[in-house]
């Protein structure tokens, strides 16, 4: 275990880790089977990184749709293109292109998840 000052009250303590050579410079370790690692040599993550990683559109998607006044929720009612003004109609029209977009994620992602069904089923 190995000690950083970074300022002269505090003291914040370092471990090293047995499976690679980051010497000192572990803030922590975790269990892995019997042996304790930091978090490269066992292969964690942080699971915010994984947030809307097969759907990216989503997180836009719900930002438009606040910006223009309607419910966040994909696929909710919008307001009538003839009383909007221009830079609202070219947002909703944003935002019914990326909710195409989600749809077509969405019927790839059914076809694979039926596929697997039917796979499965046939492993039976």
Known sequence: MFWHRPNPNAEIPYLACGSCDRRGRCRYLYQDGETFRCRFCAGLDYSVRHVGRHTP???????LRRKVGVSPEPFAALPPLMSV???????LGEIVVLERGVLAKMEGVVDDLEKR????????
């Not at 069904?117 to 039976?124: D, E, I, S």
């Open 57 to 63: 559109q989503l997180a836009r998607l719900a930002h």
């Open 117 to 124: 069904v039917r796979a499965a089923k046939l492993l039976q």
């Open 85 to 91: 003004r221009p830079k609202l109609r070219r947002l």
